[in-house]
């Protein structure tokens, strides 16, 4: 049997081995880091894409898909915000809004956490309702766009957009085979999105009544109770809350924010706030040892409306009488109280505050409640009332109005505890909400401008009155 002579490696030859090697180590090493470094930068774009990309991408790229009760990818290139989802936070213009979805060119649809008033809703559709007139600016209808009007930059953020015009009379068949003919910047929720996004289970109920733009067969609006169920009604004296439905374009980016409740996607800057001219409608202020939501601004001063009722000191509602005359005035009654004995409470009023004018309206006794009428008369005054044209009229209820009775001085308005517009006599005691102008250049020292973090302020230099 031969042997097999071993062959000897020279040292060319390990030189050679120890050599490639070498080289093979370094590519994989280079590889490696390439792949780890880039991988972070991955990580650092995905997490700082806030900044960097459209807030549809980061949405998107956020969705776990062992979760379906997030986000969720339809297969068609639209995703759905399903009922529990908790991380579909946005604000804009002082506002929270919740995500409903993506379309498939990345235009976000949001829904207004809460209501952003109360308001009586009837017509042939909602486009020809008040309401509709109410929301947006339209250039030959006075006083229109009152809710647009609170908003930063409508025109360059969001986008038209239909409704499901469909008549509904039966709830067990809700379909979407009519959208709207016409598109429009705000719209309210239907019966279809309800139906989609969860219903009473889901994160569009939040507890209040809010009017749907779904109709019934004799084109009465459907609407949502306070436990989530859906009703109809043919009241045109009822006010129901307004949650509004927005459309953003598919490029809109947020300024920081991950999406949750407490640090939502923030479409608009809202830190470095220094003076009350920089704040929006929705945010809530501290003052006089009360609460306030910015109802709007007006010439650079915030337009203030009590978060609450007045009080006595053992904290239970103060109410009074209207006085002997139904038009709000500084002269007597309730206009007068809070004119002279209640300002006077407040530290430092003439500081903080600006007289403002107030407008005042009337109903007639058949007739319809239109928000228009609020504009008949005005009042110069540092505090005033609510009347039917205001932002958050539905949070507090059985309150005193501006609003009077055309055909007599001896009625007034009341928004009643069901939530329906009511003419008392004079002699009738309720309670109070009173409404203030806070100058402009008041400073902020601290705060968020949230209902559990209001701005806390301290007063400015001169601010020259609201007209």
Not at 100 to 125: A, Q
Not at 198 to 221: E, H, I, V
Not at 398 to 403: A, H, W
Not at 439 to 451: L, R
């Amino acid at each position: 049997m031969t042997k097999r002579k071993s062959r000897r490696v020279g040292p060319g030859q390990i030189a050679f081995m120890i050599i490639n090697t070498v080289l093979v180590l370094a590519i994989l090493g280079t590889y490696g880091y390439r792949l780890i470094h880039y991988k972070k930068v991955l990580e650092e774009k995905r997490n700082n894409q806030v900044t960097q990309n459209s807030l549809s991408t980061i949405m998107i790229d956020k969705i776990d898909l062992m979760d379906k009760s997030g986000l969720v990818d339809n297969g068609d290139g639209t995703y759905t915000f399903n009922a529990g989802s908790v991380n579909n936070y946005i604000t804009y213009s002082g506002r929270m809004f919740r995500a409903m979805g993506i379309d498939e060119f990345g235009s976000i649809t949001m829904v207004s956490e809460e209501t952003v008033t109360g308001f009586t809703l009837y017509g042939e559709d909602f486009p020809s309702s008040r309401l509709y007139e109410w929301l947006h600016t339209t250039e030959d209808k006075e006083h229109s766009g009152v809710f647009q009007d609170t908003l930063e930059s409508p025109y360059a953020v969001l986008m038209e957009q239909n409704y499901c015009a469909d008549k509904i009379d039966d709830l067990s068949s809700i379909c979407c085979d009519y959208p709207s003919e016409q598109n429009m910047l705000f719209r309210l929720l239907t019966l279809e999105d309800y139906k989609k996004y969860g219903g009473a289970k889901g994160y569009l109920n939040s507890g209040d009544c809010f009017w749907l733009a779904s109709q019934n067969g004799t084109n009465d609006f459907w609407y949502v109770d306070d436990e989530g169920n859906i009703s109809g009604t043919s009241n045109h004296i009822q006010t129901f809350g307004v949650k509004v439905v927005l459309k953003l374009q598919y490029q809109a980016k947020a300024e920081y924010g991950s999406g949750t409740a407490k640090d939502p996607y923030a479409l608009t800057d809202m830190n470095g706030m220094e003076t009350i001219a920089d704040i929006y409608s929705g945010q809530y202020v501290q003052y006089g040892g009360s609460q306030w939501i910015v109802e709007s601004m007006k010439d650079g001063n915030a337009i203030l409306l009590l978060d609450g009722v007045l009080t006595n000191e053992d904290g239970t509602p103060y109410t009074r009488k209207y006085g002997s005359s139904s038009t709000y005035t500084t002269k007597e009654g309730i206009g007068k109280y809070l004119n002279n004995t209640y300002l006077e409470k407040l530290p430092e009023y003439e500081s903080y505050l600006v007289k403002n004018t107030w407008n005042l309206g009337s109903f007639s006794t058949l007739g319809e409640y239109e928000y228009t009428n609020a504009f008949e008369k005005t009042v110069k005054a540092y505090v005033g009332l609510p009347n039917i044209s205001n932002l958050y009229l539905d949070q507090y209820m059985n309150i005193f109005t501006s609003m009077y009775n055309k055909e007599t001085d001896k009625l007034v308005y009341v928004l009643t505890e069901k939530g329906t517009w009511y003419a008392t006599t004079l002699d009738v005691k309720y309670q109070i909400r009173p409404m203030i102008c806070m100058k402009g250049d008041v400073v902020i020292v601290s705060g968020s401008g949230t209902a559990t973090d209001p701005y806390v302020v301290e007063p400015g230099g001169e601010t020259n009155e609201s007209e």
